[in-house]
């Protein structure tokens, strides 16, 4: 689905079976109703050893507000990482809004142009909301290099964030391919019209 480059370096994270196992708890998770956003940002930790090779720290769940015309932040990962982001943020998580249509910010043009993002600077992901300042110190709380924002295919448009504690480049194919495979099937789940499509990745 997705045409981006990451530096030409190889490590061997046994990454096709990690996501073969992330898109059968998912697959299983639509089966029993039992999926939740929680859920959605928690599971590529529960293989502690393959999420530690991959220096992912935190993954972030963001939808579409059609009221209110504004991005909003939904679910949290439940690591170390997340929660000193919490700590050091100057706005509670799920009060932080983005316009949807705001220029500058990251996350909204990737959802309005269906292109994945990356940035160093966290301020790409928090303006307006927070100035330079604030979300400088809450990457640096969180102790996180890097972040890919990738579009979810969902009628109201959605993204999620995967963060990591290495710089871009140190990140391989392999991250790439965790992260289209994964957001594909986290749309596919959440787009019940779209179910019956082609979902290979």
Same mark, same amino acid.
Request: charge should be negative; hydrophobic fraction near 35%.
């Given at each position: 689905?997705?045409?981006? =480059?990451?530096?030409? !370096?190889? /490590?061997?994270?046994? #990454?096709? =079976?990690?996501?073969?196992?992330?898109?059968?708890?998912?697959?299983?998770? =639509?089966?029993?109703?039992?999926? +939740?956003?929680?859920?959605?940002?928690?599971? *590529?930790?529960?293989?502690?050893?393959?999420?530690? @090779?991959?220096?992912?720290? #935190?993954?972030?769940?963001?939808?579409?507000?059609?009221?209110? !015309? @504004?991005?909003? /932040?939904?679910?949290? =990962?439940? @690591?170390?990482? &997340?929660?000193?982001?919490?700590?050091?943020?100057?706005?509670?998580?799920?009060? #932080?809004?983005?316009?949807?249509?705001? *220029?500058?910010?990251? #996350?909204?043009? &990737?959802?309005?142009?269906?292109? *994945? /993002?990356?940035?160093?600077?966290?301020?790409?992901?928090?303006?307006? &909301?927070?100035?330079?300042?604030?979300?400088?110190?809450?990457?640096?709380?969180?102790?996180?290099?890097? +972040?890919?924002?990738? %579009?979810?295919?969902? %009628?109201?448009?959605?993204?999620?964030? $995967? +963060?990591?504690?290495? %710089?871009?480049?140190?990140?391989?194919?392999?991250?790439?391919?965790?992260? @289209?495979? $994964?957001?594909?099937?986290?749309?596919?789940?959440?787009? %019940?019209?779209? /179910?019956?499509?082609?979902?290979?990745?």
């Amino acid at each position: 689905m997705y045409n981006i =480059s990451m530096p030409d !370096k190889k /490590r061997d994270l046994g #990454i096709e =079976s990690y996501i073969s196992q992330l898109e059968a708890d998912l697959i299983s998770s =639509s089966r029993s109703k039992n999926t +939740s956003y929680e859920a959605i940002v928690n599971n *590529p930790f529960k293989d502690k050893i393959t999420a530690t @090779t991959l220096d992912l720290g #935190i993954i972030v769940f963001l939808l579409v507000n059609t009221d209110t !015309k @504004t991005i909003d /932040r939904v679910a949290l =990962s439940d @690591t170390e990482q &997340a929660k000193n982001a919490v700590k050091m943020s100057a706005i509670p998580f799920h009060d #932080i809004k983005i316009p949807v249509s705001h *220029p500058d910010n990251i #996350i909204s043009r &990737a959802i309005s142009t269906h292109t *994945p /993002r990356e940035t160093e600077d966290w301020i790409d992901l928090f303006i307006p &909301a927070f100035t330079s300042q604030q979300a400088r110190f809450n990457q640096l709380g969180a102790g996180i290099e890097c +972040s890919w924002v990738f %579009p979810l295919n969902i %009628p109201d448009g959605g993204a999620l964030i $995967y +963060s990591y504690y290495q %710089p871009y480049h140190n990140l391989t194919d392999d991250h790439k391919k965790f992260m @289209t495979a $994964y957001t594909n099937r986290v749309s596919w789940l959440l787009n %019940p019209a779209g /179910r019956d499509q082609n979902t290979d990745t």
